[in-house]
């Protein structure tokens, strides 16, 4: 689930689902839904896996829409999506120490890659996630960077300019670690413009962050106060953004 669900053709659910998720959300939106097809299945699963990165907790709940989805699900699209959602909420628990599940993660998305087909909307959604691992639990950037470009030019083509702010973002982040600054501040500035235009404020924190990573002062200090903002507005909502959002003044406290 990746799409902006904010175009002129969407019905009111999907824009109301859109608006509680883009909002840190997750459980209200996922209640919207009744999983009686495999479609609203996998959205509510999917919903449900995202809290679980942004959070670090509702695991069970995933897990059990997870488990809904794979039971409906009867097309080899269908079963890939949802093997996708297993393998990112297996990547999850891993990169948060929750569990080791690192195996199933990789397991998961390699059955997934077997199941949707290449040209398939699915499938740069797919690639990025086959990134991540690469990335941050395989330790590859040279593998990671692969996957990314592959997302990357499937959300360019599939018109998902959501998966689009994440790809420029981890492309960004490789850049950045090689000493690639000019790259990498055009990266993360792309993908912070197409968060704010899309309105998804639970994602544009982390964007603030990292393009603050790459400037000077005094707009460093700006983008981080923004992005600190937006962290109290959605109470605290990504956790993991709390460490590099302390205030300077807790920090001189307790040095």
Do not use: K
């Amino acid at each position: 689930m990746s799409g902006d669900g904010t175009t002129a053709e969407d019905d009111p659910l999907r824009t109301a689902v859109w608006r509680l998720r883009s909002r840190a959300c997750w459980v209200d939106a996922a209640a919207l839904l009744t999983p009686a097809t495999p479609e609203a299945a996998l959205q509510r699963a999917s919903l449900l896996v995202e809290r679980c990165l942004y959070t670090e907790a509702g695991w069970e709940d995933a897990e059990d829409a997870l488990r809904t989805a794979e039971a409906l699900a009867h097309t080899d699209d269908e079963r890939g999506a949802a093997a996708c959602e297993r393998g990112y909420l297996a990547y999850a628990a891993t990169l948060f120490q929750v569990r080791d599940r690192a195996d199933e993660a990789r397991a998961a998305l390699g059955r997934a890659a077997a199941l949707i087909a290449p040209g398939a909307p699915g499938r740069p959604l797919l690639d990025f996630r086959r990134g991540l691992i690469a990335e941050n639990l395989t330790r590859s950037p040279q593998a990671a960077r692969a996957a990314y470009r592959r997302a990357h030019a499937g959300a360019t083509a599939h018109a998902d300019p959501l998966l689009l702010s994440a790809t420029w973002r981890h492309l960004a982040g490789l850049a950045l670690r090689e000493g690639e600054l000019t790259e990498a501040r055009h990266g993360f500035a792309e993908s912070l413009r197409i968060r704010e235009e899309l309105g998804y404020l639970v994602g544009t924190a982390p964007a603030l962050v990292s393009l603050a990573d790459t400037e000077t002062e005094p707009e460093a200090s700006r983008l981080r106060e923004e992005a600190r903002r937006l962290f109290r507005l959605l109470g605290g909502v990504p956790t993991w953004l709390a460490d590099r959002l302390a205030p300077p003044e807790a920090d001189a406290a307790t040095a």
